[in-house]
DNA sequence: CTGAAAGCGCTAACAC
DNA sequence: GTGTTAGCGCTTTCAG
């Protein structure tokens, strides 16, 4: 069931059939209605592999993420998908478990499949950006680690939000601030903790500790109760997720100390969890909207060929203050 | 550049370099050599468009979900996408917000973008079963609502599940024991309370409380702060997600109730948190794994026309004792 | 405003 | 083993 079958059904050729398919407005109304009434009755759908094949253009923007389980990918994820398909394109997940090689040769990695690729948060990323230049495939890169020759990507200012979260805790009175930072092999967790640093020697601090954990609630809530035993508790954390500060928060309670009367904690990202529990986390909002709206006009624009230089935008994210943070407590 | 290109490189004829492509043994080593010498030079890879339209299949399942941020999708899908890749087969994710009509019309819900289509949890379940029937589309159905006709599906035993639980309170010397639902519109949600009736029913109990709330943190958290408000507290309860008992422990905790000395909490999905926060939450693990493989084997069979009759598979869910509950207290 | 013809890049007969 | 030919379903010149 093709073309053909609709223009013999409809009495008329099949390219007043595409035309009809195409919103040409050279057709005339009455030869239009008859095409889709017989397009109807068919129920007749032109074939993309055709179109796409004759087009050059797939109409399909690829999106390559590596975990699902997380506010701040539901976010980007979901304004990218609604923005692409604004502008008539289709937004295809596909979860790359980072397995090396195999990865790469995902169908999204192919000239053809995809109009062109938004790589979120990349875990091999040299590898897959090599790959894609090789391929001459447009892409761009949305909250990555490096930098590179002629690729366009947005990230977000870890420093300035770790920055800012310390420079809260300091404007509460706080100066024994700790840190519990992210796996160091992120970017965004080296630089949330290089704002932390600066915001101390600026206001001519030295970190209380720094202690270094995954981005998990058990692995924050082992550090606090660690610095329990140890009775080497600050006045304040800041933590480098929420997840993190929801660990840290729950093992400080179960040991009666309370937030953030006796201590204040500040996390990143604003997990939808991060505003249900009590006391609501004090944290960092990364501007995911801005990031999803900013790289599809960037991707959108290398696909129509109005390729201005490629650009690194870095966005500012925004302290959110909420319950878990107080003035240091006169003593 | 395409295949011709590569044909006259390797002073060969396009049928060999497709040959090639295809793994045909029926080339002359030297000559694949050739070809995959002149392929690498020119840096080909064949148009997958063409590919589709030529052969009638495109190598792609798509699946649609309506959520990301939820450890049961998460698993689900992880295991789906291996197993597709084994089958060589792509997954490719597409979110739909159940914005109505604009979502059928979806890349994904095209007879030539993809070999076959998987609903997870669909929310506007009869539409979307009734336009892939009207498209000829091969799909199957997961953790879907309702019965259709030759359509294949897998679902969790929600009935079951919430017995388990209960029978599981009921054991540990329970009676009085409450129920926070899920929305009923959800058939799983329904299903967990009617296992949660039953088993009461067959000890010879009647409910202690029933209230409804949405899957989340805070609406489990505010059912339990009522409850304490008017002083009708249960022994235990069965919480009809994880979300939900997640709530319930904090406003229980935040009022001197002890879980699970002074009171037992059951939750359901094993969410990645339940298992971090402290008690350890007893929940109600649904097998992702199983499910997502007998899903995509039903599929597979559809797509290559080994055409059973559809099948409706209902998969066991299974009770995880950990640490939010206990024996009632002798008072 | 409409249609005939060519061709997108590839694979599947069918010869040789 | 290899190549010639046809055609997958569609859109795009180019006439008319």
Known sequence: MNIHDVAKRSGLSVVTVSRVINNSPTVREANRQKVLKAMEELNY?????????VRGKTG???????????????????VANRKLADQGYFLALSISENEGEGDINNFLFQRDRVDGIILLSPIEEEQYVAELKKKKIPFILLDNQYEHDDVSSVVVDNFQGGYDATKH???LG????????????????????RG???ALADAGLTPFAIEYSGFTVSSGYEVAKKWIREDALPTAIFAGDDFIALGVVHALREEGVR????????????????????PRLTTVRQPEAQMAGIGVDLLLRQINGQMEAPTVTKLSPKLLVRESTAYLKQS
């Open 45 to 53: 759908q032109p074939n993309s592999a055709a179109q796409s094949l």
């Open 60 to 78: 399909i923007i690829g999106m390559s993420i590596t975990n699902l389980n997380d506010s701040f990918y539901d976010r980007v994820i979901k």
């Open 169 to 171: 805790l300091l404007d």
């Open 174 to 193: 706080h100066t024994r601030i700790a840190h519990i930072g992210g796996p160091t092999i992120f970017l965004s967790a080296a630089e949330r903790k």
């Open 196 to 198: 932390y640093m600066k």
């Open 259 to 278: 937030v953030p009367q006796d201590l204040s904690v500040v996390g990143f990202d604003d997990q939808q969890l991060a505003g249900e529990f009590y």
